[in-house]
């Protein structure tokens, strides 16, 4: 099934017995854990981050672009060399073996710390309580079921009915003949409370780390020569100009180029290329890089992004489908916050007003033009134009939003 907000559009489809003919996107498989299990474990690998931060810097969850940066300066030089791979169904390589060596270790580690959080909660049992959490946080085994419509398969055993039957997602269950079954052992099933978020980021910065121990680098994560940073399967590296190609070639001999290859190579990472360039440029985590100088470089996220994708809802929430402004408010409230481009802001204005007005009172809406004339609430926006001629936008851009409700130029 797709991943919420997560749609595949094609003009030149066949549809034939009820398929998408010659269509190669995949399917993603969703996990789906108990309330009590997601909400418990989300909450707790929020606990995780300051003191994990603390022993890896490069753990980068849940900060903002210039946050990053921030933390990222004192640690290279700015004739160092930027890396950043892109890699190839991370999520269904990420076998069970390397998770036991990572995730289930730290479990492992803080189960102390666990049974005192659900003591301080006040659980009636938090032994036995911490006990399960964490045997549900180490499982690597799931039943996954793919419906055929109009099939008739081979009725399931009674251990797999059980569970197709327990699974919430699926609705027809009536029609079990029509579904496929298989058992999967390890990968990383989007909506895991842990494995996506924690796991994730704890394993890429390992797997770099392996990477550059080859290249001949000692102690990696506490080395003059490199600095990494990893936020869920997005890496980001910089290197000692003297090791820079050593790296490069190193990564290229542990991964394999695509997912179809057998042959077993390194921790079995699929990287289909490698980027290198200047410290600052990237491709990470949907950011938009600016710089003058090490000491004057700023991080934003990808405008592009949020310009001509993000402003549209995929979801299903009863309330943002009633009131698209709520969608919108919320895309607007996180562009300001950065203070990244004045005249971006005064655009996404002009949506909420044609959606209906912003969602809360808290926002002064002024008329856009007058807005761009108030220099002092520019001053800030230290790079307002090269933002704009990134994201090719003008005052012309701005009349078309606010008389057509569009930014499409004529």
């Not at 390397?98 to 659980?123: A, C, H, S, Y």
């Amino acid at each position: 099934m797709p991943k919420r907000g997560e749609v595949n559009i094609s003009k030149n489809f066949d549809i034939v017995d009820g398929f998408l003919d010659d269509d190669t996107s995949a399917p993603r498989n969703i996990n789906k854990p108990s309330d009590d299990f997601w909400g418990v474990f989300t909450y707790m690998q929020s606990l995780l981050w300051k003191p994990i931060k603390m022993v890896i810097p490069g753990f980068i969850q849940a900060m903002t672009g210039q946050e990053i940066v921030d933390s990222i300066k004192p640690n290279i030089n700015s004739d160092w060399v930027s890396i950043s791979i892109d890699g190839s169904k991370y999520d269904s390589t990420q076998f069970a073996e390397l998770m036991e060596m990572t995730d289930d270790r730290l479990f492992d580690i803080i189960r102390p710390d666990i049974i005192k959080w659900l003591e301080q909660d006040e659980w009636i049992d938090p032994i036995s309580s911490a006990t399960s959490l964490i045997e549900s946080a180490k499982k690597k085994d799931y039943f996954l079921f793919t419906k055929i419509p109009g099939a008739t398969l081979p009725i399931m055993p009674k251990k797999i009915m059980k569970a197709f039957y327990n699974m919430d997602m699926i609705r027809d269950k009536n029609n079990s003949d029509e579904y496929f079954w298989l058992l999967a052992v390890g990968s990383t099933f989007s909506g895991h409370p842990t494995r996506t978020t924690l796991g994730n980021t704890l394993r890429s910065l390992l797997y770099f780390y392996f990477y550059l121990s080859q290249a001949g680098i000692d102690t990696p994560w506490n080395s003059q020569y490199c600095y990494v940073i990893a936020a869920g399967d997005d890496t980001w590296a910089w290197i000692h100009p003297q090791y820079a190609q050593a790296v490069k070639q190193s990564i290229e001999n542990l991964t394999l180029k695509t997912k179809d290859d057998s042959n077993p190579t390194g921790l079995g990472q699929v990287v289909k290329t490698i980027a290198m360039g200047k410290y600052y440029e990237i491709d990470f985590c949907s950011k938009i890089s600016i710089a003058k100088n090490i000491q004057d470089w700023w991080l934003y996220t990808d405008l592009r992004k949020v310009l001509f994708q993000k402003n549209n809802y995929y979801g299903d929430n009863a309330e943002i489908k009633r009131n698209p402004a709520i969608h919108s408010t919320a895309i607007y409230d996180s562009v300001k916050s950065e203070k990244a481009c004045y005249l971006l802001e005064a655009i996404l204005e002009e949506r909420i007003k044609h959606l209906g007005g912003f969602s809360n009172s808290q926002v002064d809406y002024i008329d856009p033009f007058k807005k761009m004339f108030l220099k002092d609430n520019i001053n800030d926006y230290r790079h307002e134009m090269e933002l704009r001629d990134l994201l090719d936008i003008d005052l012309a851009t701005l009349y078309i939003a606010a008389k057509y409700n569009s930014v499409r130029k004529f």
